[in-house]
């Protein structure tokens, strides 16, 4: 049975990992969308791939050196990347009185139905992975490396 510190850098290293597979699979997936799929990012994301595609390197080499410091690089990508899904995910909504302007009839388009996964719009998802990736940085407060 583990000790007490032993389960508390058990339960921290398992929110990097945790962190990291959110990392990979919605950078996965982005990639699967564009390259094979064919389909086109809007500008609002390509902003968020902007703020999660480092995530990856990042969380993957702090997962394997077990190190928790890597918070203090992480938070400022996935903060910058939540703010922009929940601004995409207001537009898409309706919920801000504006046009997702990047979306054209003409190029690549949030609105379009081809862009619903698990029966849910990728602005949506995209915000529910900065939320969980940040959830999992959350519990690595106040420990160091």
Excluded at 7 to 15: I, K, Q
Excluded at 59 to 68: F, K, N, P, S, V
Aim: neutral net charge; charged residues 10%; hydrophobic residues 55%.
């Amino acid at each position: 049975m583990r000790e007490n510190g032993d389960l508390t850098t058990f339960r921290l290293e398992g929110a990097l990992a945790v962190a990291f597979g959110i990392a990979l699979v919605a950078t996965l997936a982005a990639l699967f969308i564009g390259e094979v799929l064919g389909q086109m990012p809007c500008t609002l994301c390509w902003y968020q791939r902007i703020a999660m595609f480092p995530l990856v390197p990042l969380l993957g080499i702090a997962t394997l050196r077990g190190d928790t410091g890597v918070r203090i690089y992480a938070l400022p990508l996935a903060l910058a990347g939540l703010a922009l899904a929940l601004w995409h995910s207001g537009l898409y909504a309706g919920l801000i009185p504006a046009a997702i302007v990047p979306c054209t009839a003409s190029g690549p388009s949030c609105t379009d139905q081809a862009q619903v996964v698990l029966g849910m719009p990728l602005p949506y998802l995209s915000t529910i992975a900065f939320a969980a990736i940040l959830a999992n940085l959350s519990l690595l407060k106040g420990t160091r490396a």
